[in-house]
Structures are given as C-alpha cells and as structure tokens.
C-alpha cells in the first residue's frame, strides 16, 4: 500500500498526458511519481516533460510512458537516514532536482523530500529575518518612496529599474544604505527579469510606460512593455516559487463609467486608453496563473499625487499644485469628471500592509486603492478660494474618464486607513515646488512623455 501523501503525488505508468496535467492541477504542484501497477517506482515526471511531449508534436492523451524519466535522482531509504543521522543536509550533497522520491527495498516510494528544504532543521542556512523584497521599477515616482519606506523598516531591497528618470547613481544617493542593491536592467530581458527575481521573498511590480499619453505614442513599446514583460515577470515569480507578487493596476480601468454610483472590484470596467486596456490584460493574465506559492495581490491605484524623490508634475494635483506654486495660470476642460485620489505615502504605507500580512491569499485578488474621489472642477475651485489661483474652466471636454472609486475592502481586509487628504498634498507640494525652487515643472524629468527615446 501507498501512503496517502504518496498516492497524492504519484500516477500509474499507463496514465495518459492529460492525467498528469489534471493531477498537477489538483496537487498545484509540477511533479509527480511514476508508479506500476506494484506500486514499485518506474520515473518520474515533470511539467518539463509534459511540455517538451507537447513542442514535439504529442497530444493529451498519449500515454506517458515514452516521456517520464527513467533515471532521476532517488534516494534508498537507509541512505536517507544515514544523511539525517550525520546531519547532513541534502543541499551539501550536491544533487540538483527540487524533489526526490525516497524508496523503501522493494523500490516502492515511502517519502518525498524537497532538497531546497534542510533535512535537519537547526543546519538551516542563517537568513536575515527581514523578507527580500524586489521593488521593479523602484526608482519611480511611486517606487523610491516605497524603498524608502521598506529600507527604513529593516527590509533588504533590490530595486530593479531602467532609470528612465533618475540616474542610478542619484538613486543610490537617496539611500544611501548598504541594503538596497540596484540592477540597471530592462523587463524585457528574461534574463535581467530571471537573475533579479531569483533571491526574493516577494516582488512589487511598478516598472511599466507610465500615463495615457506616454503609452498612446507608441503603442508596440508600450505592448512590450506592460503586458508581455509583465506577465512574464509574473510567470517567473510562480515558477521560482516567489511568496508574494504585488502588481500595481489603475483605476482607470474603470474609464469612461456612466453611472454615478461607487465603483468597486466587481463593477462594470470600460477602460478607454491603451495603457488601462493592458492593464486589464495583465490582471487577467495574471490571475488566471496562479501558482501554489505565489499569491499575487493587483491593487487598481486612484491618480496619485504628493511629493517623491522623482517628482512627476504630471498627474493632475501635482500638476495643479506646481502651477499654483510658479502662479500660472491653469485650464480646466469640462471639469464634471470624478476621479479618486490618493497620496503616495499611503500607496507605499499600504503596498507594506500587503507584504506583511500573514493570512493566505491563494486565489489572488483585486484591491482598488483610494482616498477621496473628487470632480476635477471642484480641484480648480478649491485652488481658487485657498490659493487665490488664476484658473480658467473652459467647457470643451478633452477627457472622457469618469469614475468615482470605493476602496472599501482594501480598508476592511488590511484594516488600512489613507493619512493624506488631497488638501494636504496640495499644501505639501506648493511647499516643496517653492522650497525647491522648481519653476519649470515641465523640465523632461518630470514629465513621462517627455521621455518616450529613452525607453526604446
Ligand atoms: N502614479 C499614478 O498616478 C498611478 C496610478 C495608477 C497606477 N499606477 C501604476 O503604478 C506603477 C508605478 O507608477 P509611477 O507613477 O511610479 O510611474 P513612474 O513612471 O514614475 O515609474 C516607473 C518606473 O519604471 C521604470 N521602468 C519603465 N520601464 C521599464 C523597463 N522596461 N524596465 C525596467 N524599468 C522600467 C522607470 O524607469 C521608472 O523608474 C505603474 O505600474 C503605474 O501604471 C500609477
């Protein structure tokens, strides 16, 4: 007789394709024992296996046969104890597969052992206690402040980015501090992507063409980039067995929305621009494959706004907010839509909610993320009274996003509440705009679309 957690994780050598792709489902595991019909060991069989079966032309239901491995990596199971007795652990014994099969004298398996796993406990290799965490695209607007936040907690952070708007050199000087490692690479490059992950507790994925007008310019880049790199970003977390992976989406999936009612996640989306449109792929896309490790939380962000070590004054309060600052002049067109809002140290505040909460998430799941919905029009008015700025509101609508959000069950489920009102930032970045002597917010730094050669 097999034991139940063997009989789990093995298949009889006559079983066809499809009854490993069915038992990999059930088991969210990518390997499985081959037995006959004594039970005693045949092979093994991967998903490796599975694939190189089907490239090479074979259907489901061939039988498996011709495609497990004959000769994988077993361990007798008087060798096993021996390895246990001296302490050794089966890393220090060079072998390579995740998982071995350990089989009794009559060559029936008995145990399943996981070679990344130590088989003696107290040997296990000395790791910090704080979590490795990859921030892609950390050099961003919502990126440096998030390493930040994370460095200053205790967290080791590799911050993988294509320093589009910052030199890796000045980001490294924001830190200064020995945990954060920096890779200047491109998410394009499997290879850069593979090497950056490899090492990590948890991924934040943020590094993607960034705003409506950027993405709209050009189209295949933006194809490229935000949805082929990042479902292969994705894929790669779930095959290294990466803990968490936070992928950030926007509201603006929400789009052109004609109802004044609050939208939640299950609410009708109507995403007009490119970049929200492959958003919504990528949510899929990333929902739709999760593995057994990897729990992936998609938070659908509000317009950000609030100072940055990489400043943008391209979002609309920031926008506002600098022009009131150098007092010129600002055109409002149309004015009625709605828009959430949240303040960047909330979204960093929250993104570190998410990585340190303990209950499982196995199916992944979709959080929109804001503070305060606001009408652009009641934005200019404000401005007016509080800032006595010189705002035009012209009827001529540009823009047909509209959308009021509720973050309801991000703040339920993570217990979360926004510090920063949209007052607040606007107060903030008049301040700093003044302080800083910034008085052309439209320098290329800080404007996304200015940058459009440099992602090529
Ligand atoms: N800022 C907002 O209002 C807002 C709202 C909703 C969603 N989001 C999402 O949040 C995330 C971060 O936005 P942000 O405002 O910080 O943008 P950002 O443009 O400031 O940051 C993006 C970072 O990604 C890097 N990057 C871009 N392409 C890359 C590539 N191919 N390889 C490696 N690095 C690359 C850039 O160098 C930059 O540092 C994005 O996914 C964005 O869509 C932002």
Redesign the pocket.
Known sequence: MLKKKIKKFSINVNKKIIDVLKKFDQNRNNFLIVINSKNQFEGVITISDVRRALVKGNNVNQKIKKFINLNPVVLKFKDYLLIKEKKERLNDINIDPFFIPVLNKDNIPVLIINNLENLNKPKKQKRSSKKRVLI?????????VLTGLLLKNGYIINV???????SKFEFKNLFKNKKLNVID????DIKTVFNAVKNNDIVI???????DPLCEKEPELTL???YL?SISIANICKTLEISKFV??????VYGANKTNKLLDENSEINPVSS?AKL?IKCEEAILNNIGNFCKPSI???????GD?P?R?YD?VVNLFSGLVANNKKIKIFGGEQWRPF?H?FD?SNFIKKIIENRTQNKKGKIYNLIGENIKISNLGKYLIKKYNANVIIEKHIDDKRNYKVTAKKAFKDFNFKPKYTVKRGIEEIILNTKKNKINNIFRDKYI?ISNLE??R
């Not at 690479?185 to 394009?188: F, K, V």
């Not at 994925?205 to 705003?211: A, D, I, R, S, T």
């Open positions: 892609i695209g950390g050099a961003g607007y919502i990126g440096s993988l980015d294509k320093f589009i708007y910052q690479g491109d998410t394009r994925h943020l590094g993607e063409m960034v705003g490229e980039t935000n790199a992928y950030i989406s926007s509201c603006s970049y958003k938070i659908r962000l509000g317009t950000v706004f940055s990489r943008r979002l949240i960047v979204v996304n440099k992602f």
